[in-house]
C-alpha cells in the first residue's frame, strides 16, 4: 500500500468523558479544527452532548470504511461511538454537516444484553457486508465474554452476534479482520466487573487480567486457536499490516509492556513472538516497587513502514522503523509527561534504559498533567496525534491531575525519511478549558478515514 495521498486533516473528532470526572455531565463528540491556517486552530469547534450520564465512551468506528470501497452506495457519514460502561450505542451523523454532528440513533442497552447476552462495547468496524460489528469486554452482569454485536448498516438495528458455535473466549477488547487470510484475531483486556472501579494489584495472578490472542475463522465465525502472550499480559490494540495479503501485524501488551509480533505459519495456523520489550523501572513512591511503560495504544503507519506506541505511565512515545517486521528498530523517542518526571513523588531507583528521570512536560506555559495515550498518524505519516487520558476510572487512580485539570491534545512531527519525534510547540488543545468543566479527551478520528480504523480487503 503506498502511503494514501489524501487531503490534509482539518477537523478530527475526539469523545470527550466526564464519567467519574465529579461533574455531572453527560460525554461529548467534540469536533477539533487542526488547520494551521484557520482561525479556530486548537479548538474544539463544536460539542455534541450526549443524552445520558455515565456513559464511558471510548472508542468509535464507522458505518463504512475502505472494507466497502468501490461501493458507490456507502458513505462513510455516520460515526458507531459504543459506551464502554453504559453499553449504549450512539449513532452519530457526520454527513450532514462535517464540523457539526448530530445524533442519529440511540441503541439501547437493554437491546445489547437481550438481544446478545453482551455487554461492555469496545471496538466498531465496518464489514465489506454492510454491516458493522462491535467487539465486547463481558456479559450484562459484568463478566468476561469476548463476543461480538452485528449491527445493521442502513437502520443501526442490532441484528444479533456474529460469532456461532459454543467457543467463546473468556475475555475480549479489540479486533482486526483479514479476509485474504480468513481470519479476524481478537485480544483481551480483562473482566470488566474488576478492572470497572480501577486497577487493583490483588486482581494480577488471578486470571482477571487477558492472556491470550483469540483466532477466529472469519467464514464460519468461529473460534479456533488461542495463542498465549503471558500472564497478565492484557494485550490491547491489536494492528495487521495495512497491505491486505500481509499475514502479519502487532499486538500491544499493556501490563506486560511487549509488542508481539502475530504471523501464520506454515501449518496455516498462527503465533506469537516478542519482538519488544519496554523493560520496567525500579521505583520508591508508587503502587508497585516495578513500574511497567504501560503500552495503550499502537499504530502502523498507511505505508507499513513505521510502527508507534504510547507508554501511558512512563511517559513516552515511539517510533520504530519496521521495514525488518520481526526486528522493529528504535529511531523516534519523545516524552510528554508520564509518572517518572523528576520533582514529582517517584524516585526512580533502577533504569535500564534513562541516565536520569525525564523533566516535567509544558506547552504553552501549560504543566502536561498525565501521559501519552491514544495515537493517530496523518495519512501522510508526517504528523501524529496524542490525547492523555485511558479510561476515567484509571486516570483517576493514576493521574489525579487530570480529573482536575482535564487532558491535552498534541501533536508531534515526524520525520518519515529516517525516522525521529518532535513536538510541535505551536499545537495544544487543552480540554481543561471546556465550558462544562476540564475532561477527559480519548480516541481521534478523521472524518476521511484514519490509519486505525480502515481495512482493506
Same mark, same amino acid.
Given at each position: 500500500?503506498?502511503v @494514501?495521498?489524501?487531503?490534509?486533516?482539518e477537523?478530527?473528532y475526539?469523545?470527550?468523558? %466526564?464519567?467519574?470526572?465529579?461533574?455531572?455531565?453527560?460525554?461529548?463528540?467534540?469536533?477539533?479544527d487542526?488547520n494551521?491556517k484557520?482561525?479556530?486552530?486548537?479548538?474544539?469547534?463544536?460539542?455534541? +452532548?450526549?443524552?445520558n450520564?455515565?456513559?464511558?465512551?471510548?472508542?468509535?468506528?464507522w =458505518?463504512a470504511?475502505?472494507?466497502?470501497?468501490?461501493?458507490?452506495?456507502?458513505?462513510?457519514?455516520?460515526?458507531? &461511538?459504543?459506551?464502554?460502561?453504559?453499553s449504549?450505542?450512539?449513532?452519530v451523523?457526520?454527513?450532514?454537516?462535517?464540523?457539526?454532528?448530530?445524533?442519529?440513533?440511540?441503541? =439501547?442497552?437493554?437491546?445489547? /444484553?437481550?438481544?446478545?447476552?453482551l455487554?461492555?462495547?469496545?471496538t466498531s468496524?465496518? @464489514?465489506?457486508?454492510?454491516?458493522?460489528?462491535?467487539?465486547?469486554?463481558?456479559?450484562?452482569? #459484568?463478566?468476561g465474554?469476548?463476543?461480538?454485536?452485528?449491527?445493521?448498516?442502513e437502520?443501526?438495528?442490532?441484528?444479533? =452476534?456474529?460469532e456461532?458455535?459454543d467457543?467463546?473466549?473468556?475475555? #475480549?477488547?479489540?479486533?482486526?479482520?483479514?479476509?485474504?487470510?480468513?481470519?479476524?484475531?481478537?485480544?483481551?483486556?480483562?473482566i470488566?466487573?474488576?478492572?470497572?472501579?480501577?486497577?487493583? +494489584?490483588?486482581?494480577?495472578?488471578?486470571?482477571?487480567?487477558?492472556?491470550?490472542?483469540?483466532?477466529w475463522?472469519?467464514?464460519?465465525h468461529?473460534?479456533?486457536?488461542?495463542?498465549?502472550?503471558?500472564e497478565?499480559? !492484557?494485550?490491547?490494540?491489536?494492528?495487521?499490516?495495512?497491505?491486505?495479503? !500481509?499475514?502479519?501485524?502487532y499486538?500491544?501488551?499493556?501490563?506486560?509492556?511487549?509488542?508481539?509480533?502475530? %504471523?501464520?505459519?506454515?501449518?496455516? $495456523?498462527?503465533?506469537? *513472538?516478542?519482538?519488544?520489550?519496554?523493560?520496567?523501572?525500579?521505583?520508591?513512591?508508587?503502587?508497585?516497587?516495578?513500574?511497567?511503560?504501560?503500552?495503550?495504544?499502537?499504530?502502523?503507519?498507511?505505508?507499513?513502514?513505521?510502527?508507534? /506506541?504510547?507508554?501511558?505511565?512512563?511517559?513516552?512515545?515511539?517510533? %520504530? $522503523?519496521?521495514?525488518?517486521?520481526?526486528?522493529?528498530?528504535?529511531?523516534?523517542?519523545?516524552?510528554?509527561?508520564?509518572s517518572?518526571?523528576?520533582?514529582?513523588?517517584?524516585?526512580?531507583?533502577?533504569?535500564?534504559?534513562?541516565?536520569?528521570?525525564? $523533566?516535567?512536560? /509544558?506547552i504553552?506555559g501549560k504543566?502536561?498533567?498525565?501521559? +501519552?495515550?491514544?495515537i493517530? @498518524?496523518? &495519512?501522510d505519516?508526517?504528523?501524529?496525534?496524542?490525547?492523555?487520558?485511558l479510561?476515567?476510572?484509571?486516570?483517576?487512580?493514576?493521574?489525579?491531575? &487530570?480529573?482536575k485539570?482535564?487532558?491535552?491534545?498534541?501533536?508531534?512531527?515526524? $520525520?518519515?525519511?529516517?525516522g525521529?519525534?518532535?513536538v510541535?510547540?505551536?499545537?495544544?488543545v487543552?480540554?481543561?478549558?471546556?465550558?462544562d468543566?476540564?475532561?477527559?479527551?480519548? *480516541?481521534?478520528?478523521?472524518?476521511?478515514?484514519?490509519?486505525?480504523?480502515?481495512?482493506w480487503?
Amino acid at each position: 500500500v503506498s502511503v @494514501l495521498k489524501g487531503p490534509r486533516e482539518e477537523i478530527v473528532y475526539v469523545p470527550c468523558i %466526564y464519567r467519574n470526572t465529579g461533574r455531572k455531565k453527560p460525554d461529548f463528540l467534540a469536533t477539533v479544527d487542526v488547520n494551521p491556517k484557520s482561525p479556530h486552530y486548537c479548538q474544539v469547534i463544536h460539542r455534541l +452532548p450526549m443524552p445520558n450520564l455515565g456513559d464511558e465512551l471510548h472508542h468509535s468506528g464507522w =458505518n463504512a470504511c475502505s472494507s466497502c470501497f468501490g461501493d458507490a452506495t456507502k458513505k462513510r457519514n455516520r460515526l458507531i &461511538l459504543p459506551s464502554l460502561i453504559s453499553s449504549r450505542i450512539y449513532v452519530v451523523d457526520v454527513g450532514t454537516d462535517l464540523r457539526a454532528p448530530r445524533l442519529f440513533k440511540v441503541v =439501547n442497552s437493554e437491546d445489547v /444484553f437481550w438481544k446478545c447476552n453482551l455487554g461492555y462495547p469496545h471496538t466498531s468496524h465496518c @464489514l465489506g457486508s454492510g454491516e458493522i460489528m462491535i467487539s465486547t469486554l463481558g456479559d450484562p452482569a #459484568g463478566s468476561g465474554k469476548g463476543g461480538f454485536i452485528l449491527l445493521d448498516g442502513e437502520t443501526f438495528e442490532i441484528k444479533g =452476534n456474529w460469532e456461532k458455535g459454543d467457543k467463546i473466549p473468556p475475555m #475480549g477488547y479489540d479486533f482486526w479482520y483479514q479476509p485474504r487470510h480468513n481470519v479476524l484475531i481478537s485480544t483481551e483486556w480483562g473482566i470488566p466487573k474488576c478492572l470497572g472501579y480501577g486497577f487493583d +494489584p490483588n486482581d494480577l495472578k488471578k486470571g482477571r487480567y487477558g492472556c491470550r490472542l483469540n483466532v477466529w475463522d472469519w467464514t464460519t465465525h468461529t473460534y479456533i486457536q488461542a495463542i498465549d502472550v503471558g500472564e497478565d499480559a !492484557a494485550p490491547l490494540e491489536i494492528r495487521f499490516l495495512h497491505n491486505p495479503d !500481509a499475514a502479519e501485524g502487532y499486538v500491544g501488551c499493556t501490563i506486560s509492556s511487549a509488542i508481539h509480533r502475530f %504471523y501464520k505459519t506454515e501449518k496455516g $495456523d498462527w503465533a506469537a *513472538e516478542k519482538v519488544i520489550q519496554v523493560p520496567s523501572k525500579k521505583v520508591e513512591g508508587w503502587l508497585l516497587p516495578d513500574m511497567p511503560g504501560f503500552i495503550t495504544d499502537i499504530l502502523i503507519s498507511l505505508d507499513d513502514r513505521f510502527l508507534y /506506541f504510547s507508554n501511558w505511565l512512563h511517559g513516552d512515545i515511539r517510533q %520504530y $522503523d519496521i521495514s525488518d517486521t520481526r526486528k522493529p528498530k528504535l529511531v523516534g523517542q519523545v516524552f510528554v509527561g508520564g509518572s517518572i518526571t523528576k520533582g514529582g513523588p517517584v524516585t526512580v531507583c533502577r533504569d535500564e534504559e534513562l541516565q536520569s528521570q525525564p $523533566d516535567p512536560f /509544558f506547552i504553552k506555559g501549560k504543566r502536561v498533567p498525565g501521559g +501519552p495515550q491514544m495515537i493517530q @498518524l496523518s &495519512l501522510d505519516g508526517k504528523r501524529l496525534y496524542v490525547t492523555t487520558s485511558l479510561y476515567s476510572a484509571w486516570d483517576r487512580q493514576f493521574y489525579p491531575d &487530570l480529573i482536575k485539570d482535564g487532558s491535552v491534545m498534541l501533536q508531534l512531527d515526524v $520525520d518519515t525519511e529516517r525516522g525521529g519525534l518532535t513536538v510541535n510547540q505551536s499545537f495544544l488543545v487543552d480540554f481543561g478549558k471546556e465550558p462544562d468543566g476540564p475532561c477527559l479527551a480519548h *480516541e481521534i478520528r478523521y472524518p476521511g478515514g484514519d490509519c486505525t480504523s480502515d481495512i482493506w480487503v
